[in-house]
């Protein structure tokens, strides 16, 4: 999700319509095995148009779904009241969370650490905000294990092209080695390609997992 304060609504509409097509084409599964089992109070960053939200499960207090962007802050707004439990939506930016230390026992980060600026400062603040022993759950697009693939897409990243078109996503991060750095021990985690329509293509390759803060 785009980390930019500013309102970008052409931008907005296409990536909540995007996650709309995904979820229909499987998403849906991916996004529910992402959250299952979670309780207490849950931190979910870059939230997005609240795709998310109709799956949390009823163990979950609340969730503290923080979206910079007003277009789809406002569209989260709009699922939070259907959501199975309680939402509040909040603006904020994954480097600055409006949570105090240690205030979640889970955080979710989906489809987030590829726009980020600084993945590493955006990873440092959900260790801040998820009590130690609590939970990262994570569900990102990565780069390919086949180096040709991997290739392609460092070429992407670097002409600038994909990043300005996509709210500044990359398509080469190495996500998981990022999530292990920050302090989380990793303790599942399922690698797979995931690619809903073509547009998707250089970012097929994802992992889903969960790890623990330290």
């Not at 609590?134 to 600038?160: I, K, N, T, Y």
């Amino acid at each position: 999700m785009p980390l930019d304060i500013s309102a970008r609504p052409i931008f907005a509409r296409c990536l909540a319509r995007s996650a709309a097509i995904s979820e229909r084409k499987g998403g849906d599964a991916y996004r529910r095995r992402l959250l299952a089992g979670l309780t207490g109070r849950v931190v979910e960053v870059g939230a997005g148009s609240g795709i998310n939200f109709h799956h949390y499960p009823r163990g979950v207090a609340e969730v503290l779904a923080v979206e910079p962007e007003a277009n789809l802050r406002a569209m989260a707004a709009a699922a939070s009241r259907e959501a199975p439990v309680p939402v509040r939506v909040v603006p904020g930016l994954a480097e600055a969370l409006p949570a105090p230390d240690a205030s979640a026992d889970a955080g979710v980060s989906a489809g987030l650490l590829c726009s980020v600026p600084d993945p590493a400062a955006a990873l440092a603040e959900l260790a801040r905000v998820i009590r130690p022993g609590g939970e990262l759950r994570f569900f990102e697009h990565v780069v390919s294990p086949r180096p040709r693939a991997a290739s392609f897409q460092r070429g992407l990243d670097a002409s600038g092209v994909w990043a300005s078109a996509m709210g500044g996503c990359h398509t080469s991060r190495e996500t998981e080695a990022a999530i292990a750095r920050a302090g989380f021990r990793i303790e599942s985690i399922e690698r797979f390609t995931f690619r809903p329509t073509l547009l998707d293509l250089p970012v097929a390759p994802k992992i889903l997992g969960r790890a623990r803060r330290s």
